[in-house]
C-alpha cells in the first residue's frame, strides 16, 4: 500500500467512525424518553442499580440516564429541575427540599445502617461503646484522625449530624481531615492513614477485601441510613420529564422491585446490603 | 505486587474472550475521542495556519491565548460545558447533555488549542523564505498554504497525538458531561474511576492497561506514517 492510499483509508476510516457516533447519538435521542435519575453514588457503587436499571428500562421502555453523584449533589440537581427523580439518602436535607417545593411525594424504599470503622489497634479505645456519640467524642478527645467525606452526601450529613449531638465542632482540628471524595475513596484514604470513617455498611462490604479497617461501632438507632425516592415537581420545573420521574418512582416501590432489594448481596456478601421498606413509616424503621 | 499481576491477567482475559461490556466501553472511547480529535483537526489546522500566516494587531496577545488554551484543564471545560448544556442553560434546547455528543463536544474543546498551538508552531518555524519562493513561482496563496501544511507534517502529526492522547486519556470532562452511563457513555477512563471506588482494582488495573495498548496502537500508526515521510 502506498503511502498516499494508506493516508486515504485512514481518513475515510476517521470519517465512518464519526458518522457512526453521530447516528448512535441521535437514535437513542429521538426517544424522547430519556431520565434523568440523581442518586447517591453507595446506589451504584454497590452494583444493586446496575440490577434494577435494566429492569425498569425492559419493562417501561424509557432509558434511564444515572447520574451518580452525593445525595447533596443529587438534590442541587434537582432544585435546578436538571433531574427528574432523586434516590437519595440524607432525610432532612430531603425534607428541607420537599418543604421548599422542589420535590413531590418522598417515598420511602430502603434502608441499611452506618457503621463507624477504623484500624483494628483501634487507638481511641471506642470498640464496645454503645453510643456512637460518645464514640465520637472518644475519637475527638484522643486525637485519633478522623477522616470526613466532606462532600455535602448523605453520609456526610449523618457524620455532621453526630458532631453537633456531640457538641463538639471538629472543623478546622489538627485529627480531622476532609477528603472530599466519595465513599469508596475516603475508606482508602482511611485505611491507608490508619484513621476513622463513618461508612454506609454497603460500600464498606464491597471494598472490605482491599481495607485494613474493622467496624468499630454499629448498632446504634442514630446510625440508620434511610433511602427515599422524590420526584422533581413539574410544576417548577416544566421540563421535567413527569411521567418519566413517577414510572420510576412507582417501579421503586413495587413488590418486584423489593424482592429484588431484600436478597441482593445475599450470595456475595453473605448477607443483604438493604433492607426493603416501601410502605412503611420512618419512625418504624430500626425497631 | 500481586494486585498488578491479577490486573494485567485480567486484562488479557477480557481482552481474549472479547468481553462485550469491555469492547462496547473500549469502541466507544474510540468513536468519542477519535470524533472529537476530527473536529479538533479542522478547527486547530485552519485557525492556527491562518493565525501563523498573518499579522494583525494584537496577533501575540492571540497566540498567548492558544498557548495557554494547549493546557485546558479539562474539569473546568467539563464545567463550563455541563453549566451551558443544562435543560436550563443556554444551549439546553440541544438536550445533549449526559450523551456521547457532549462528550464529543467537551473533548473537541479540550484537543482543539492543544492542535492550533502546534500547528501555529510548525507553520511558523518554517523557513520565511520558502514562502517567498512557493509565491515567487506563481503559486496562488491558496496553494502556498497547502504546500506550508505539507512541509509542516511532521509536526502536525505529532499535534494529532497530542490532542488524541489528550483526550483518550482525559476523565474529569467525560465523567462530568457524559455521566459515565452503563452502555451509553461510558468509556475506558470513567468506567476505570467507578471500578476504582467499588473496589474492584483488578478490573481497573485491565482497564488501565486496555487504555495504554489502545493508545500504543493509535500513536503506532500514527508514527508509522509520520516516520515515512521523514526527511532523508
Given at each position: 500500500m502506498s503511502a498516499k492510499n494508506f493516508r486515504k483509508m485512514f481518513f475515510l476510516g476517521m470519517l465512518a467512525i464519526l458518522a457512526a457516533t453521530l447516528m448512535a447519538a441521535n437514535s437513542v435521542q429521538a426517544q424522547q424518553k430519556n431520565i434523568i435519575l440523581a442518586t447517591t453514588t453507595s446506589t451504584q457503587d454497590s452494583g444493586l442499580l446496575d440490577v434494577l436499571i435494566p429492569m425498569f428500562e425492559k419493562k417501561t421502555g424509557f432509558f434511564v440516564k444515572t447520574i451518580a453523584v452525593g445525595s447533596g449533589q443529587a438534590m442541587a440537581m434537582g432544585q435546578k429541575g436538571e433531574a427528574d427523580v432523586l434516590l437519595v439518602h440524607s432525610p432532612a436535607a430531603e425534607k428541607k427540599f420537599v418543604a421548599e417545593g422542589?420535590?413531590?411525594?418522598?417515598r420511602l424504599i430502603m434502608h441499611n445502617d452506618f457503621i463507624v470503622v477504623g484500624p483494628s489497634e483501634d487507638p481511641a479505645k471506642i470498640?464496645?461503646?454503645?453510643s456512637t456519640v460518645d464514640s465520637f467524642k472518644k475519637i475527638a478527645a484522643s486525637g485519633a484522625l478522623f477522616l470526613s467525606r466532606a462532600d455535602k452526601s448523605g453520609t456526610h450529613s449523618k457524620e455532621m449530624g453526630i458532631w453537633k449531638a456531640t457538641g463538639i465542632?471538629?472543623?478546622?482540628?489538627?485529627?480531622y481531615q476532609q477528603t472530599g471524595l466519595g465513599m469508596g475513596q475516603t475508606l482508602n484514604v482511611t485505611s491507608e492513614k490508619k484513621g476513622y470513617t463513618l461508612a454506609d455498611r454497603g460500600t464498606y462490604l464491597a471494598l472490605k477485601?482491599?481495607?485494613?479497617?474493622?467496624?468499630?461501632?454499629?448498632?446504634?438507632?442514630?446510625?440508620l441510613n434511610i433511602y427515599h425516592v422524590i420526584e422533581v415537581n413539574p410544576a417548577k420545573f416544566p421540563k421535567v420529564n413527569v411521567a418519566g420521574g413517577k414510572a420510576f418512582a412507582d417501579f421503586m416501590v413495587s413488590k418486584e422491585v423489593q424482592d429484588v432489594i431484600k436478597t441482593f448481596g445475599v450470595e456475595k456478601y453473605g448477607s443483604p446490603l438493604f433492607f426493603p421498606d416501601a410502605g412503611k413509616k420512618e419512625e418504624e424503621l430500626g425497631k | 505486587m500481586g494486585l498488578i499481576l491479577e490486573g494485567i491477567y485480567k486484562a488479557f482475559y477480557l481482552l481474549f474472550t472479547l468481553d462485550p461490556e469491555v469492547m462496547g466501553v473500549t469502541l466507544l472511547s474510540l468513536q468519542i475521542s477519535g470524533t472529537a480529535t476530527l473536529i479538533s483537526l479542522m478547527m486547530g489546522i485552519s485557525v492556527g495556519t491562518a493565525v501563523a500566516l498573518t499579522e494583525f494587531p494584537g496577533r501575540k496577545f492571540v497566540v498567548s491565548l492558544i498557548n495557554t488554551g494547549m493546557g485546558l484543564p479539562p474539569v473546568v471545560v467539563g464545567l463550563f460545558v455541563t453549566i451551558f448544556l443544562w435543560?436550563?442553560?443556554?444551549?439546553?434546547?440541544?438536550?445533549?447533555?449526559?450523551t456521547p455528543a457532549a462528550m464529543i463536544l467537551a473533548q473537541a474543546v479540550i484537543a482543539t488549542p492543544i492542535v492550533m498551538g502546534i500547528t501555529l508552531a510548525a507553520i511558523q518555524s518554517l523557513p520565511r523564505n520558502l514562502r517567498l519562493q512557493i509565491l515567487a513561482l506563481g503559486a496562488t496563496r491558496i496553494q502556498m498554504v497547502r504546500i506550508l501544511v505539507k512541509e509542516a507534517k511532521l509536526p502536525l502529526l505529532a499535534g494529532v497525538m497530542a490532542g488524541f492522547g489528550g483526550v483518550i486519556s482525559e476523565v474529569g470532562a467525560s465523567i462530568m458531561v457524559?455521566?459515565?452511563?452503563?452502555?451509553?457513555?461510558?468509556?475506558l477512563t470513567t468506567a476505570t474511576v467507578m471500578e476504582t471506588s467499588r473496589g474492584n482494582f483488578d478490573i481497573a488495573i485491565a482497564l488501565g492497561i486496555i487504555l495504554l495498548i489502545l493508545a500504543y496502537f493509535i500513536n503506532l500508526v500514527l508514527t508509522h506514517i509520520q516516520q515515512r515521510e521523514r526527511p532523508r
Amino acid at each position: 500500500m502506498s503511502a498516499k492510499n494508506f493516508r486515504k483509508m485512514f481518513f475515510l476510516g476517521m470519517l465512518a467512525i464519526l458518522a457512526a457516533t453521530l447516528m448512535a447519538a441521535n437514535s437513542v435521542q429521538a426517544q424522547q424518553k430519556n431520565i434523568i435519575l440523581a442518586t447517591t453514588t453507595s446506589t451504584q457503587d454497590s452494583g444493586l442499580l446496575d440490577v434494577l436499571i435494566p429492569m425498569f428500562e425492559k419493562k417501561t421502555g424509557f432509558f434511564v440516564k444515572t447520574i451518580a453523584v452525593g445525595s447533596g449533589q443529587a438534590m442541587a440537581m434537582g432544585q435546578k429541575g436538571e433531574a427528574d427523580v432523586l434516590l437519595v439518602h440524607s432525610p432532612a436535607a430531603e425534607k428541607k427540599f420537599v418543604a421548599e417545593g422542589y420535590g413531590i411525594n418522598r417515598r420511602l424504599i430502603m434502608h441499611n445502617d452506618f457503621i463507624v470503622v477504623g484500624p483494628s489497634e483501634d487507638p481511641a479505645k471506642i470498640k464496645g461503646i454503645k453510643s456512637t456519640v460518645d464514640s465520637f467524642k472518644k475519637i475527638a478527645a484522643s486525637g485519633a484522625l478522623f477522616l470526613s467525606r466532606a462532600d455535602k452526601s448523605g453520609t456526610h450529613s449523618k457524620e455532621m449530624g453526630i458532631w453537633k449531638a456531640t457538641g463538639i465542632n471538629p472543623e478546622g482540628q489538627k485529627w480531622y481531615q476532609q477528603t472530599g471524595l466519595g465513599m469508596g475513596q475516603t475508606l482508602n484514604v482511611t485505611s491507608e492513614k490508619k484513621g476513622y470513617t463513618l461508612a454506609d455498611r454497603g460500600t464498606y462490604l464491597a471494598l472490605k477485601k482491599n481495607l485494613s479497617l474493622d467496624i468499630l461501632a454499629e448498632g446504634d438507632a442514630i446510625l440508620l441510613n434511610i433511602y427515599h425516592v422524590i420526584e422533581v415537581n413539574p410544576a417548577k420545573f416544566p421540563k421535567v420529564n413527569v411521567a418519566g420521574g413517577k414510572a420510576f418512582a412507582d417501579f421503586m416501590v413495587s413488590k418486584e422491585v423489593q424482592d429484588v432489594i431484600k436478597t441482593f448481596g445475599v450470595e456475595k456478601y453473605g448477607s443483604p446490603l438493604f433492607f426493603p421498606d416501601a410502605g412503611k413509616k420512618e419512625e418504624e424503621l430500626g425497631k | 505486587m500481586g494486585l498488578i499481576l491479577e490486573g494485567i491477567y485480567k486484562a488479557f482475559y477480557l481482552l481474549f474472550t472479547l468481553d462485550p461490556e469491555v469492547m462496547g466501553v473500549t469502541l466507544l472511547s474510540l468513536q468519542i475521542s477519535g470524533t472529537a480529535t476530527l473536529i479538533s483537526l479542522m478547527m486547530g489546522i485552519s485557525v492556527g495556519t491562518a493565525v501563523a500566516l498573518t499579522e494583525f494587531p494584537g496577533r501575540k496577545f492571540v497566540v498567548s491565548l492558544i498557548n495557554t488554551g494547549m493546557g485546558l484543564p479539562p474539569v473546568v471545560v467539563g464545567l463550563f460545558v455541563t453549566i451551558f448544556l443544562w435543560r436550563n442553560g443556554p444551549l439546553g434546547f440541544l438536550e445533549i447533555l449526559y450523551t456521547p455528543a457532549a462528550m464529543i463536544l467537551a473533548q473537541a474543546v479540550i484537543a482543539t488549542p492543544i492542535v492550533m498551538g502546534i500547528t501555529l508552531a510548525a507553520i511558523q518555524s518554517l523557513p520565511r523564505n520558502l514562502r517567498l519562493q512557493i509565491l515567487a513561482l506563481g503559486a496562488t496563496r491558496i496553494q502556498m498554504v497547502r504546500i506550508l501544511v505539507k512541509e509542516a507534517k511532521l509536526p502536525l502529526l505529532a499535534g494529532v497525538m497530542a490532542g488524541f492522547g489528550g483526550v483518550i486519556s482525559e476523565v474529569g470532562a467525560s465523567i462530568m458531561v457524559g455521566g459515565n452511563i452503563k452502555g451509553y457513555s461510558r468509556v475506558l477512563t470513567t468506567a476505570t474511576v467507578m471500578e476504582t471506588s467499588r473496589g474492584n482494582f483488578d478490573i481497573a488495573i485491565a482497564l488501565g492497561i486496555i487504555l495504554l495498548i489502545l493508545a500504543y496502537f493509535i500513536n503506532l500508526v500514527l508514527t508509522h506514517i509520520q516516520q515515512r515521510e521523514r526527511p532523508r
